[in-house]
């Protein structure tokens, strides 16, 4: 039953950052596409204005996703015992979803900027991720021990539930 209370609160965060990320990006194609809003410019012309609003409202998306991932990790923690420190892997999970998101959010505001320096964006994003992507493969692999008995006793538990092959009963007499 606790497991259960766990898993609807996990859902219910999931669904308050999913309705907030929707909402914020409908607020962005909204701007994004009223006649006034398309003929603006910002920082001397460089940047169209609904491209830095947009930019400025990925910030946001990107702010609730993190929110949800540090109200989340516990719970990870408690519903998946068997992955010590789930609940940072799941972090680290949703922070290679922000940088994904990012990486293409911000580009538009960027890039205008330093039109010779396209490199160092992409480069930042890169080692971004390498060590998004290698603190959670070190995590997992540190639980590895952990996830290693869990699969064993899991398949020690299904040989053992289903129907047993004849021969092989205690009962039954060996030939």
């Given at each position: 039953?606790?497991?259960?209370?766990?898993?609807?609160?996990?859902?219910?965060?999931?669904?308050?950052?999913?309705?907030?990320?929707?909402?914020?990006?409908?607020?962005?194609?909204?701007?994004?596409?009223?006649?006034?809003?398309?003929?603006?410019?910002?920082?001397?012309?460089?940047?169209?204005?609904?491209?830095?609003?947009?930019?400025?409202?990925?910030?946001?998306?990107?702010?609730?996703?993190?929110e949800?991932?540090?109200a989340?990790?516990?719970?990870?923690?408690?519903?998946?015992?068997?992955?010590?420190?789930?609940?940072?892997?799941?972090s680290?999970?949703?922070?290679?979803?922000?940088?994904?998101?990012?990486?293409?959010?911000?580009?538009?505001?960027?890039?205008?900027?330093?039109?010779?320096?396209?490199?160092?964006?992409?480069?930042?994003?890169?080692?971004?991720?390498?060590?998004?992507?290698?603190?959670?493969?070190?995590?997992?692999?540190?639980?590895?021990?952990?996830?290693?008995?869990?699969?064993?006793?899991?398949?020690?538990?299904?040989?053992?539930?289903?129907?047993?092959?004849?021969?092989?009963?205690?009962?039954?007499?060996?030939?």
């Open positions: 039953m606790e497991e259960e209370k766990g898993w609807d609160a996990l859902l219910a965060l999931a669904f308050k950052a999913g309705i907030t990320a929707v909402v914020v990006l409908g607020m962005g194609v909204f701007i994004g596409g009223l006649p006034f809003a398309r003929e603006l410019s910002a920082f001397g012309g460089r940047i169209a204005a609904p491209d830095f609003i947009n930019s400025v409202l990925s910030l946001a998306v990107i702010a609730a996703l993190a949800f991932a540090l989340a990790s516990p719970l990870f923690d408690r519903l998946l015992p068997v992955l010590p420190r789930a609940g940072r892997v799941a680290l999970l949703t922070a290679q979803l922000c940088l994904l998101y990012a990486y293409h959010a911000l580009q538009p505001s960027v890039y205008p900027f330093m039109p010779e320096l396209e490199w160092a964006y992409q480069s930042v994003f890169l080692g971004a991720t390498l060590f998004v992507l290698a603190r959670a493969g070190l995590l997992v692999h540190a639980a590895g021990g952990g996830l290693g008995e869990a699969a064993v006793a899991l398949l020690k538990k299904a040989a053992g539930a289903g129907p047993r092959a004849p021969g092989l009963d205690e009962r039954e007499k060996r030939p």
